[in-house]
Structure formats: structure tokens, C-alpha cells
């Protein structure tokens, strides 16, 4: 069953990626931060796919991921040629990583502007791994970015094929 708002959507943000891919990045993740579980893992990587559908349905909203969700959308990224095929698959939006970090410009109506675009989409932002930094309890988060309210997440549309 589709939510809703969203009958292109499916019901799990997971199963927008294949099951292959989605264990792939959840290792990423595991491999990031020895001992966590396989669940947990896979939890973080649902969160990033949730954040990635929002950044590319929201255009020029300015979203961010919270620390841990940070964590498996890196993940995703690392999948480039999976990562390039989500974005394409979600509207040919791909949805750039502009990277910034200093913890004194957090900013926390971008997560719940975030968890607001997540929640029109028909889901339901996890609100164990959406919340301020530098809540690390989950994840050791080994990236060190924050996404500053002027460094914010803005989807580019996908170049256009060269003329022959």
C-alpha cells in the first residue's frame, strides 16, 4: 500500500533502492561504527533515503540531515553510480552534499523543516536518529559536517545531454 499524499512513493523509503544495495550501504555504515547492529544500521540508511526523497520533492527549501542521519546518507553517497540512480529515479533531481561544519551555527527549525518534508511524503522521520547534534549515542558519525543554515542541501537539476 502506497501513503496517501504519495502514490508513487512506496510504503518503506528502503524499498526505493534494491535489497542488494540497501545491505551494501547499511555495511557502509556498519563498517563506520564497529558493533552496531545490522538494525540500527539499516535504520540510519532508511532515514538517509527518507532525507534524500525530501531534498529532491522540496527544491531550494534548504533540509538538512541530523548527525546521524548524516551518517547514512554518506553512506548512500559512497554508492555513487546507486546513489546518481536514486537521485534520477526521485524526479532527475540529483541531490549535491554541500558539507560545512561548525557546531555554533546549528540551526533547529532546518530539522524540523527537514522532518516536516518527510512526514508530506507519507513517513514518518525516526525520532530516535533526527535530533540535535552532537547526539552521537548511535553512531560515532565519522564525517565531520554539519549543514549550516547557509550550507544547506539544494538539489541541482541533472545536466542536460550534449547536443550531436
Request: proline letters at 12%; charged letters at 20%; aromatic letters at 6%.
Amino acid at each position: 500500500m502506497d501513503p496517501p499524499d504519495n502514490p508513487a512513493l512506496p510504503v518503506l523509503a528502503r524499498m526505493l533502492i534494491a535489497d542488494e544495495r540497501f545491505a551494501s550501504c547499511r555495511s557502509t555504515v556498519m563498517d563506520a561504527n564497529p558493533g552496531m547492529s545490522e538494525e540500527t544500521a539499516g535504520q540510519i540508511v532508511e532515514e538517509g533515503i527518507k532525507f534524500v526523497t525530501a531534498c529532491s520533492r522540496n527544491p531550494g527549501t534548504g533540509l538538512a540531515p541530523s548527525r546521524i542521519v548524516d551518517e547514512g546518507w554518506h553512506a548512500l553517497i559512497l554508492h555513487t553510480a546507486m546513489y546518481a540512480e536514486l537521485c534520477t529515479n526521485l524526479g532527475g533531481m540529483f541531490v549535491h552534499h554541500y558539507p560545512g561544519y561548525d557546531p555554533t551555527n546549528y540551526d533547529p527549525s532546518i530539522l524540523d523543516r527537514t522532518r516536516e518534508a518527510i512526514a508530506a511524503l507519507g513517513w514518518e522521520a525516526d525520532p530516535e536518529l533526527w535530533g540535535p547534534p552532537p547526539d552521537e549515542r548511535l553512531a560515532s558519525v565519522a564525517a565531520k559536517c554539519q549543514h549550516a543554515p547557509d550550507c544547506t542541501i539544494r538539489p541541482m537539476p541533472k545536466p542536460e545531454p550534449p547536443v550531436a
